[in-house]
C-alpha cells in the first residue's frame, strides 16, 4: 500500500514508467526482429516519467525512492543485456 505522501499524479507518473520497462523488456526479449529503436525509446520514456514523478514528490517518499531504485536497477541489467547486440549496420 503506498503511504500518504504518495499522491494520485505520482502513482500515475510510477504506472506509466512500468509500463514503458515493460514495453521495452517485451520488445527486447521479441523473437523475430526485435525493434531496438522502439526498446529505445520506451527506456528513455521510463526514465522520464520517473524523473517526473520525482519532481511532484515533495518529500521524496521512501517507497517512490525505492520504486525507483528497483527499475533503475532494473535498466542497469537490461542496458547490460543490450550492450551485446550485435551492431545491425542500419543507421540512425
Known sequence: MAPCCMTETIKEWLAKAEGDFRTAQREMQAA?????????FHAQQCVEKL?????DS????????????KL???INQWLSQISKIPD???ST
Open 32 to 40: 523475430d526482429s526485435p525493434n531496438y529503436d522502439a526498446v529505445c
Open 51 to 55: 524523473v517526473e514523478a520525482m519532481k
Open 58 to 69: 515533495k518529500e521524496g517518499s521512501g517507497l517512490l525512492k525505492q520504486q525507483c531504485r
Open 72 to 74: 533503475k536497477d532494473d
Open 88 to 90: 545491425q549496420g542500419g
